[in-house]
């Protein structure tokens, strides 16, 4: 088993900054890679971005070049920095993790003001 628990979420205006954390407890050895999806009202979770156990990550075209994710392996930590957000950046955001089975935290809210 694997726990997430997310940080980090609130209200900003546009061309502010976040930076999201997620702390992973139980079988963190297990952990093949942790990502950040986000789900806004009325569409479907996307993801935002993805760190693998190798270190390379990946992120969604929306977001290349404004939001950085990185891991701090020694607390357990994933963050998303995000910068230049955009009110299309509000949404409720989801930290995950893949082992063996498929984990999610509980969302923390962003919300960007135009």
């Known amino acids: 088993q694997v726990q997430l628990v997310e940080s980090g979420g609130g209200l900003v205006q546009a061309g502010g900054s976040l930076r999201l954390s997620c702390a992973a407890s139980?079988?963190?050895?297990?952990?093949?890679?942790m990502g950040w999806y986000r789900q806004a009202p009325g569409k479907q979770r996307e993801l935002v971005a993805i760190i693998f156990s190798g270190g390379s990550a990946n992120y969604a075209d929306s977001v290349k070049g404004r939001f950085t994710i990185s891991r701090d392996n020694a607390k357990n930590t994933v963050y998303l920095q995000m910068n230049s957000l955009k009110p299309e950046d509000t949404a409720l955001y989801y930290c995950?993790?893949?082992?063996?089975?498929?984990?999610w935290g509980q969302g923390t809210q962003v919300t960007v003001s135009s």
């Open positions: 139980g079988s963190i050895f297990r952990i093949n890679a």
């Open positions: 995950n993790a893949l082992s063996n089975n498929v984990y």
